[in-house]
């Protein structure tokens, strides 16, 4: 039995909850603690989780999930320090910010304290998450193990060096989001066509189920899939054509170097936070 608190219940937070109730996680086993009084309470009667204030939500807790904005996580860092220097108990705080490098959150613990970053995304909401999982400096192996078993509960989880962590947040993290442009890219397309919207709908989201299932299958890669659906002379090698034309990868390219150079600029952010509060 491991107890979690996650810290900051917003829209990554509640995937989690979710993820992890939905796994078999006991309800005892989840605390959240939530700014914004009416979403605690909203969260602690759609999960069946208790929602407390952040001194009593750390007590004791094994596991401390910080769930807030980059620019949010020193100074909430800063009081789960406070709230945990005189425990006996070891808690490893597992930051799921973008951008914000272990560092800003091991400056802010007791010495040693151990600090693990997870880049998780929505779909654990339904058990499908992917999460990339990486050590700070005063992290062990038991607790990369421990953190890698709460995240394989709501997903798929890898194991990346700190380095990597902007551009994993740029393809898996903000992933689910160009998944669902280009569905409502396709929804709208076919409503253009003379599609009801709910046909359309159909369409595109069952696609995307039985695709992305495909590609999960562990048989053929994406491109070898692709050919397998392009007849010779048939529509989509019409369509790739044209979505090639158009410069689709180089979107994708641009889009991932967008995401990862703003994950890049949220770790200063963060960073620069953090020498003011040890400046000022
Ligand atoms: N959304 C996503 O798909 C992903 C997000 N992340 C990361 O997760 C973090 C949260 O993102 P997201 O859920 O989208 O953001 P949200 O703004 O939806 O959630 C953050 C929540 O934390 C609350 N909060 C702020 N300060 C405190 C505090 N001191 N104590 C308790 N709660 C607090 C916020 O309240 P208020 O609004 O009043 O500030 C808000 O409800 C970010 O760092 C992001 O980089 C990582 C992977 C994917
Ligand atoms: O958009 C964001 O900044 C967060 C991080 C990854 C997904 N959502």
Do not use: W
């Amino acid at each position: 039995m491991t107890r979690i608190a996650v810290v900051g219940g917003g829209r990554i937070g509640e995937a989690l909850i979710a993820g992890l109730r939905e796994s078999g996680t006991e309800p005892s086993d989840i605390v959240v603690v939530e700014a914004v009084q009416a979403r605690a309470d909203e969260l602690a009667k759609k999960y069946n989780v208790l929602a407390t204030g952040l001194d009593i939500g750390c007590e004791g807790a094994d596991v401390i999930v910080v769930a807030v904005k980059p620019q949010d996580v020193p100074a909430v860092v800063d009081r789960i320090g406070d709230a945990i220097s005189d425990s006996v108990h070891e808690s490893i705080v597992v930051s799921l910010a973008a951008g914000v490098p272990t560092q800003v959150l091991e400056n802010k613990l007791s010495a040693g304290s151990p600090v693990l970053r997870v880049m998780p995304n929505t779909a654990m909401l339904v058990g499908h998450g992917v999460s990339a999982v990486c050590k700070g400096r005063y992290a062990r192996d038991e607790h990369l193990e421990q953190v890698v078993t709460i995240m394989e509960s709501v997903g798929l989880v890898v194991v990346v060096s700190e380095a990597q962590m902007d551009a994993v947040t740029a393809i898996s993290g903000s992933g689910p989001a160009y998944f669902f442009l280009l569905a409502e890219a396709m929804i709208d397309a076919g409503v253009e066509r003379g599609l009801p919207r709910d046909v359309a709908v159909k369409l595109a989201t069952g696609t995307a189920l039985g695709a992305g299932a495909m590609l999960t299958g562990g048989g053929e890669g994406p491109a070898e899939l692709r050919y397998n659906v392009s007849s010779p002379g048939g529509t989509t090698a019409a369509a790739i054509r044209t979505l090639e034309a158009s410069g689709l990868r180089a979107a994708v390219a641009d889009a991932v170097e967008a995401a990862a150079s703003r994950s890049r600029s949220l770790a200063q952010a963060a960073t620069s936070d953090d020498d003011d509060d040890e400046n000022g």
